[in-house]
């Protein structure tokens, strides 16, 4: 089955830097686009960034563009995100998530991890 | 950047039908996806590209889009669809997915 899990979460101070990882299993990893996508505390969903099957094409929120970095490992069936220059905003559960290409839905959702950003 | 717009709560009581609003710019030329989280769970992916079900997804479950309206319909609603529901569409002219600021939905 399916299985998506991050990790990396934490307690990081303003302006500091966190890498997040999501582990895949249950399907061919190569053959699908991820996305990550949080979630602040009492709030909705986010989009935060996207990686094409073979790490061709990415983009990412305004929000986030020029601090975090997504990328990929498909022989290590693990996705990234490397978030920089973290502001209290930023503070969320993120949620790695599998779609099928970019303008797509995002169809297994792992169970989040969250970062917290706070002085 | 392109902005989608749902009611924040919805109730229903047990049985009857709930709809749920997803407004767009003419959002019915794009592909809706809608998804239910739970309190402290995961979203669940409940309908795909306008009206499709994934597989475990109960019919009750259905979904249509037109003009600048796409709409969730829960039909004979229990009380284990009370949940938060978010619609989402992929931009293209941004290449960024967006999402509703979601819907809370309350059986009474």
């Known amino acids: 089955q399916v299985q998506l899990v991050e990790s990396g979460g934490g307690l990081v101070k303003p302006g500091g830097s966190l890498r997040l990882s999501c582990a895949a299993s249950?399907?061919?990893?190569?053959?699908?686009?991820m996305s990550w996508i949080r979630q602040a505390p009492g709030k909705g969903l986010e989009w935060v960034s996207y990686?094409?099957?073979?790490?061709?094409?990415?983009n990412y929120a305004d929000s986030v563009k020029g601090r975090f970095t997504i990328s990929r490992d498909n022989a290590k069936n693990s996705l990234y995100l490397q978030m920089n220059s973290l502001r209290a905003e930023d503070t969320a559960v993120y949620y790695c998530?599998?779609?099928?290409?970019?303008?797509?839905?995002?169809?297994?959702w792992g169970q989040g991890t969250l970062v917290t950003v706070s002085s | 950047s392109y902005v989608l717009t749902q009611p924040p709560s919805v109730s229903v009581a047990p049985g009857k039908t709930a709809r749920i609003t997803c407004g767009g710019n003419?959002?019915?030329?794009?592909?809706v996806h809608w998804y239910q989280q739970k309190p402290g769970q995961a979203p669940v992916l409940v309908i795909y590209?306008?009206?499709d079900r994934p597989s475990g997804i109960p019919e009750r479950f259905s979904g249509s889009n037109s003009g600048n309206t796409a709409t969730l319909t829960i039909s004979r609603v229990e009380a284990g669809d009370e949940a938060d529901y978010y619609c989402?569409?992929?931009?293209?002219?941004?290449?960024?997915?967006?999402f509703g600021g979601g819907t809370k939905l309350t059986v009474l």
């Open positions: 998530a599998r779609g099928i290409a970019a303008a797509d839905h995002f169809d297994y």
């Open positions: 249950g399907f061919t990893f190569s053959d699908y686009y």
């Open positions: 990686i094409s099957s073979s790490s061709s094409y990415t």
């Open positions: 003419n959002i019915g030329s794009k592909s």
């Open positions: 590209y306008d009206s």
């Open positions: 989402q569409v992929w931009d293209s002219s941004s290449d960024q997915g967006v």
